[in-house]
Nanobody, 125 residues
C-alpha cells in the first residue's frame, strides 16, 4: 500500500518562498516512477504543477510555474520536493503529491492512483 505524506505548506506573502515535501512509502524502489505535484484552488479544477521521473532525467512544469518552481527528489527516491519561489497570490491552493504506477508522466490526473492528503499553501498580496 503506497502512502504519500505531504508537509511544508503554510502562509507567506507574495514574493516569498516555500518548500513542500512528500514522503513516499510502500512502493518498489527498484523501479523508476513518475512523481509529481497537483494543486486545487478554491472554486477551480485540480491542475498539474510539476512532475518528474524518479530517475531524474525527465521533468515537466505547468507554464504558470516555470522559472519559479523546482521539482526534485532525494537520492533514495523516497521523498519528493517542490521548491516554490516568487510566490504569487494565484499560487494559493491545496497541493497534492502523486505517484504513478505505469510509464505515464504528465498532467492527466486520472492516470495517478496514489495521492497524498494535501498541504495548504496560502499566498497573500
Amino acid at each position: 500500500q503506497v502512502q504519500l505524506v505531504e508537509s511544508g505548506g503554510g502562509s507567506v506573502q507574495a514574493g516569498g518562498s516555500l518548500r513542500l515535501s512528500c514522503a513516499a512509502s510502500g512502493h518498489t524502489l527498484s523501479k523508476e516512477y513518475c512523481m509529481g505535484w497537483f494543486r486545487q484552488a478554491p472554486g477551480k479544477e485540480r491542475e498539474g504543477v510539476a512532475v518528474l521521473v524518479t530517475g531524474g532525467l525527465y521533468t515537466r512544469y505547468a507554464d504558470s510555474v516555470k522559472g519559479r518552481f523546482t521539482i526534485s527528489r532525494n537520492n533514495a527516491k523516497t521523498t519528493l520536493y517542490l521548491q516554490m519561489n516568487s510566490l504569487k497570490p494565484e499560487d494559493t491552493a491545496m497541493y497534492y503529491c502523486v505517484l504513478g504506477g505505469d510509464d505515464y508522466c504528465g498532467f492527466d490526473q486520472s492516470r495517478y492512483n496514489s495521492w497524498g492528503q494535501g498541504t495548504q499553501v496560502t499566498v497573500s498580496s
